[in-house]
């Protein structure tokens, strides 16, 4: 059984940057694809980006060019750099993994989940 453990969200003006952390309790999860996704109030939760267990990345359309996923497996941490932040990227954001070394982009195909950090992004 894998825990996560997101950090990092805040508040943060338009135009601004901020770096998600999920740390991971298994040292086998370096053979995880692993993935962040969101959630904003009333809406779905959504796939923002994910590295497979061969280290390829995939990203939603809406944060192409403004974000980078990436992770240090000597930490167990997967990270989420976000940049350019926009408002409507307000949203409650979740690390997931999956035990399977491909990605999906679906939500449902993702069997461990961290309990989620709030990125707020002020106008």
């Known amino acids: 059984q894998v825990q996560l453990v997101e950090s990092g969200g805040g508040l943060v003006q338009a135009g601004g940057s901020l770096r998600l952390s999920c740390a991971a309790s298994d040292r086998t999860f370096i053979k995880y694809a692993m993935g962040w996704f969101r959630q904003a109030p009333g809406k779905e939760r959504v796939f923002v980006a994910a590295i497979s267990g061969l280290e390829s990345t995939y990203y939603g359309d809406f944060v192409k060019g403004r974000a980078t996923i990436s992770r240090e497996s000597a930490k167990n941490t997967l990270y989420l750099q976000l940049n350019n932040l926009k408002p409507e990227d307000t949203a409650v954001y979740y690390c997931?993994?999956?035990?399977?070394?491909?990605?999906?982009?679906?939500?449902?195909?993702?069997?461990?989940w961290g309990q989620g950090t709030q990125v707020t992004v002020s106008s």
């Open positions: 997931a993994a999956r035990a399977s070394t491909s990605v999906v982009y679906a939500a449902a195909a993702y069997d461990y």
